[in-house]
């Protein structure tokens, strides 16, 4: 994984997933998760205020994460203030 090279040379990473139990099962350090898997970082359902949002608010998850000193795989999910309309479809 990529993300597991970038830290081994001291860069902080995360990976942004609509399906966090594949990464962390690898022992990816920083899982962020997202909205759903053809759509990761949004919803077009949304209007696009509530979207742009949305995006905002998994940038800044993912931001938060870089920052975050984490010694074993640790998921960080949104906010439940964020706009996301529906759960992941099946």
């Known amino acids: 994984m990529v993300t597991k090279e970038i830290e081994r040379v001291?860069?902080?990473?995360?990976?942004?997933?609509?399906?966090?139990?594949?990464?962390?099962?690898?022992?990816?350090?920083?899982v962020v998760k997202g909205i759903r898997v053809e759509h990761v970082c949004g919803?077009?359902?949304?209007?696009?205020?509530?979207?742009?949002?949305?995006?905002?608010?998994?940038?800044?998850k993912g931001l938060e994460a870089i920052q975050t000193v984490v010694d074993r795989p640790t998921q960080f999910d949104l906010d439940k203030s964020a706009p996301q309309l529906e759960a992941a479809h099946a």
């Open 43 to 60: 919803n077009p359902l949304l209007s696009r205020e509530d979207d742009l949002k949305l995006q905002r608010s998994i940038v800044e």
């Open 10 to 30: 001291g860069i902080p990473a995360a990976i942004l997933t609509a399906i966090p139990l594949i990464p962390m099962a690898v022992g990816a350090n920083r």
